[in-house]
């Protein structure tokens, strides 16, 4: 498959083209764990084009092999038929990894990368960061969303997740197919998003991708896109938010806002309990989804556990912002809708 631009033409390409709401979907792996459940990855593309989901990221830091995810990738696509926007996962090992992989999804059906840095990944100055980032973007024709984050650990270089506005310059300047920054430095304050946003709004997508956040500025800001998050813990409700306020139905897209919030409220504290981790808890987020309609299912070890408070609380956040919910038992999710 071909990725519809080339590297020059990237930024206008997004621009014209990224609009909506993205999510995610990890990988569910067959009962006995030796190989990924395809069934249920075609289940969950299906089901994230009937919720209206502009495109989701193909999560890769769960433990897969990159022959596997190239698969994921390919299997994705094959469902999806140009109805979803597949964004790679860079988020292997070492560079050396995370290029080779790009390599594959780029030819399997994945548009754009999500890039991440390895848990050894130690930089001592913005150039080390400027290196590795650059490193990746030469070797790939994937459109690039940058991703300042405190996951990283980077706060020793610059505050904002280590991304200086200097930094961020510097890199838009050498690499042209970097078309969105996800900007979550300084969480848990919006001071990174606003800051990037009225630095480089004019160059790049920029992204509030926490929809307790990013809803009520798009109400305020033209931001033409929201994503990767854990969306798919409310259904269809985040891109049809989205989709009422990119239409000025703003009012009507608050209403909807606060109708959710027990929701919002129990997954904000679900997340409060990985403070230190620096990892996301994938197992969590795939039983948000499960509770929404999603495939659930195994993963393979290492993975953070989820244990009954979680699910219960969770569940019931969603009771008590009044969906209806067509989840068996907590027991099932951990097999999945499509066992293999």
Not at 267 to 290: C, D, E, I, P
Not at 300 to 306: E, F, H, I, K
Request: hydrophobic residues 40%; aromatic residues 12%.
């Amino acid at each position: 498959m071909k990725i519809p631009f080339d590297k020059g033409e990237a930024r206008s390409w997004a621009r014209e083209n990224m609009h909506g709401v993205a999510n995610v979907v990890t990988p569910t792996f067959t009962s006995d764990l030796s190989g990924l459940n395809e069934e249920a990855t075609r289940h969950d593309i299906r089901l994230e084009i009937e919720y209206g989901f502009y495109g989701t990221l193909l999560v890769s830091e769960v433990a897969v092999t990159l022959e596997e995810y190239a698969e994921f990738v390919a299997s994705s696509a094959d469902e999806a038929q140009g109805e979803l926007l597949l964004i790679h996962h860079a988020s292997f090992n070492s560079l050396e990894d995370n290029i080779a992989a790009a390599k594959l999804t780029q030819t399997r059906g994945a548009t754009l990368a999500l890039l991440g840095y390895p848990p050894t990944f130690y930089p001592t100055s913005a150039d080390d960061i400027f290196n590795y980032t650059k490193a990746f973007c030469d070797t790939t024709d994937l459109g690039v969303i940058l991703f300042p984050v405190p996951l990283w650990g980077f706060e020793r270089i610059h505050p904002s997740a280590g991304f200086s506005p200097d930094l961020i310059d510097r890199l838009l300047k050498a690499c042209p197919n970097i078309v969105a920054i996800k900007a979550e430095g300084g969480m848990p304050t919006v001071g990174g998003f606003v800051d990037v946003y009225n630095r480089f709004a004019d160059q790049v997508i920029v992204i509030e991708p926490i929809e307790g956040n990013g809803l009520p500025l798009a109400t305020l800001l033209d931001l033409q896109f929201m994503g990767t998050s854990n969306y798919e813990y409310y259904g269809p409700t985040i891109p049809k938010i989205f989709k009422l306020i990119r239409g000025g139905k703003n009012i009507q897209a608050m209403d909807e806002y606060w109708k959710v919030f027990p929701a919002r409220q129990a997954t904000v504290a679900a997340m409060a309990v990985l403070a230190g981790s620096n990892f996301l808890h994938r197992m969590l987020w795939k039983y948000q989804g499960w509770l929404q309609g999603f495939n659930g299912g195994p993963l393979r070890a290492p993975s953070m556990r989820l244990v009954d408070r979680q699910m219960k609380a969770l569940r019931q956040g969603l009771i008590a912002s009044g969906y209806e919910l067509n989840a068996p038992d907590d027991a099932e999710f951990f097999v999945g809708r499509n066992p293999a």
